[in-house]
């Protein structure tokens, strides 16, 4: 390892992500971290005073990140809401295994440590208010798009955790099935 090579926070923040994917929290320590690097501690020590600090950098990442795609997904700019909701559901069918590691991973955090609770919930009322307006600009009264949102996301983060090899022959079926349920053409009367 170079003593003089640094990295920028982002490339901490980057590295420390990829080591949450791949085996949760636990697995995001400074020297692991370093030696994935390729440089020495000073260098993480240059941009965070401890762990607790990269790993409070890491929640406020992985929240602002999700906060803004979440918006920008579900912005109501003319497109039709209907596509809008089977567009975004698309993005949960399995294509970005990273992501779903991540988000699965702070979940598991989540359980644990009351800091990283505390924003799950900030990100799940996010997610849940977006996706909810995107139904009731289908019509649906406030409940009802409310209660569409939750299952929206309980069905695209469930498939993640339900995914198995008998199952993936029929995983698109089961998407489009589930699909066409949580969202309707039109709103009920």
Same mark, same amino acid.
């Given at each position: 390892?170079?003593?003089?090579?640094?990295?920028?926070?982002?490339?901490?923040?980057?590295?420390?992500?990829?080591?949450?994917?791949?085996?949760?929290?636990?697995?995001?320590?400074?020297?692991?971290?370093?030696?994935?690097?390729?440089?020495?501690?000073?260098?993480?020590?240059?941009?965070?005073?401890?762990?607790?600090?990269?790993?409070?950098?890491?929640?406020?990442?992985?929240?602002?990140?999700?906060?803004?795609?979440?918006?920008?997904?579900?912005?109501?700019?003319?497109?039709?809401?209907?596509?809008?909701?089977?567009?975004?559901?698309?993005?949960?069918?399995?294509?970005?295994?990273?992501?779903?590691?991540?988000? =699965? #991973?702070?979940?598991?955090? +989540?359980? !644990? $440590?009351?800091?990283?609770?505390? @924003?799950?919930?900030? *990100?799940?009322?996010?997610?849940?208010?977006?996706?909810?307006?995107?139904?009731?600009?289908?019509?649906?009264?406030?409940?009802?798009?409310?209660?569409?949102?939750?299952?929206?996301?309980?069905?695209?983060?469930?498939?993640?955790? =339900? #995914?198995?090899?008998?199952? +993936?022959? !029929? $995983?698109?079926?089961?998407?489009? @099935?589930?699909?066409? *349920?949580?969202?309707?053409?039109?709103?009920?009367?």
């Amino acid at each position: 390892m170079e003593a003089t090579k640094t990295k920028t926070r982002d490339s901490w923040l980057t590295a420390a992500f990829s080591a949450m994917a791949e085996g949760g929290v636990d697995q995001v320590r400074i020297e692991l971290l370093a030696k994935t690097l390729k440089v020495t501690k000073g260098s993480f020590y240059w941009h965070f005073r401890d762990r607790t600090e990269l790993l409070d950098a890491l929640l406020d990442s992985w929240k602002q990140g999700r906060i803004a795609a979440i918006k920008e997904q579900t912005r109501l700019d003319g497109r039709e809401p209907t596509k809008q909701l089977h567009d975004l559901l698309a993005l949960y069918n399995g294509s970005n295994p990273r992501g779903m590691a991540i988000e =699965l #991973a702070v979940r598991d955090w +989540a359980r !644990r $440590a009351p800091e990283a609770e505390g @924003i799950i919930a900030e *990100v799940d009322r996010e997610r849940l208010r977006c996706v909810g307006d995107l139904f009731a600009a289908l019509g649906l009264p406030p409940d009802q798009a409310f209660a569409r949102a939750y299952l929206f996301y309980a069905f695209a983060f469930g498939q993640g955790l =339900l #995914a198995s090899n008998s199952a +993936a022959e !029929r $995983a698109e079926t089961v998407r489009t @099935i589930c699909g066409a *349920v949580l969202v309707p053409e039109k709103a009920a009367p």
